[in-house]
């Protein structure tokens, strides 16, 4: 009996762009569909990753430091402990990249120097991560690449007790990218102003969240929190039974767009929708700087957007 072919693919990091890498993990499983496939992510992905049909086992990269010896050669082991048919770098990073070489150049889809399948497009840096990665892997022979897909998820939300209208509200944002922030007290307004079509607000997040988040509920303290109860998972579920949702450019609004839930995403200036907003039923409105953004836009946007709130709201009632 011939051994299975060895797949590898590789995606480490951030939220978002895990999200949008589903839809390569489903092409890629179904190119190789009898293949036993490996993939290599970080820690924060593994247990959503395990829940995917499309790996049979998780590798965690540590992503040890330059001056972290002992990482570094427990990493190096593990990438030569398998002799892959083929590798699918996901993340086409510098550091990924490396990998190809510490591997001694197996069969390779991304950007390393000398790969086997490069993707050879100048311009794969201007394009959004869907159209990009579904380039890629048509180079590499794999011709169609459907887009993100979390139908999968299995999630058990009745934990949280939740009214059976709610709206989610995403106010955070990296921590050192303050200008993807709408103010804090407009997400307040929001929540007070649909709470008076009987919609509840629905706040998540993390611990870098925090401070938005207090100042959110100092200016509305009837929104409900979730921040720091949460599993990826649980938001996909809780996004699957919300009315709508809002927030900013954050990994998150990635998983709720995935999930099939109507969502309005605000950027400025500091990111690019045409290179990373989440597709689906999906409104993007992008300012110089978000505090230019009005909550009555914000409001209009959520009741005549794809899948707009307000419909939901009424065939819901």
Not at 13 to 32: E, K, N, W, Y
Request: hydrophobic share 45%; glycine share 8%; aromatic share 6%.
């Amino acid at each position: 009996m011939s051994e299975r072919t060895r797949i590898l693919v590789i995606k480490l990091s951030a939220l978002g762009d895990f999200v949008q890498a589903t839809g390569p993990f489903a092409a890629i499983r179904a190119h190789h569909a009898d293949a036993k496939i490996t993939l290599l992510t970080t820690k924060p992905f593994v247990e959503l990753a395990e829940q995917s049909p499309y790996f049979d086992e998780i590798w965690v990269d540590a992503r040890p430091r330059p001056w972290e010896v002992a990482g570094l050669l427990r990493l190096r082991k593990l990438l030569r402990s398998v002799k892959f048919d083929m590798v699918y770098d996901l993340q086409t990073s510098e550091r990924s990249s490396n990998y190809f070489h510490i591997m001694g150049g197996p069969p390779w889809s991304g950007i390393a120097n000398g790969c086997s399948h490069p993707h050879a497009n100048p311009d794969r840096d201007s394009m959004h991560t869907l159209e990009r990665q579904a380039e890629q892997l048509a180079m590499a022979g794999i011709p169609a690449t459907p887009p993100p897909d979390l139908s999968w998820v299995v999630a058990d939300v009745a934990r949280f007790n939740l009214p059976g209208r709610y709206i989610l509200l995403a106010p955070g944002a990296a921590m050192h990218r303050p200008a993807k922030r709408w103010p804090a007290e407009r997400f307040a307004e929001i929540g007070r102003r649909l709470a008076r079509q009987g919609v509840a607000s629905v706040v998540l997040g993390t611990q870098v969240d925090a401070e938005p988040i207090k100042q959110l509920r100092a200016h509305y303290p009837e929104a409900l929190s979730l921040a720091g109860k949460t599993s990826f998972a649980d938001i996909v579920g809780l996004a699957r039974q919300a009315l709508g949702s809002l927030g900013n450019d954050t990994g998150p609004m990635q998983l709720i767009a995935a999930a099939d839930c109507p969502a309005v995403v605000l950027f400025s200036n500091d990111s690019e929708p045409a290179l990373c907003a989440p597709r689906g039923r999906v409104t993007v409105i992008r300012r110089p700087d978000l505090a230019e953004i009005e909550t009555d836009a914000i409001l209009a946007a959520l009741g005549e957007g794809p899948g707009a709130l307000r419909d939901r709201v009424s065939s819901a009632g």
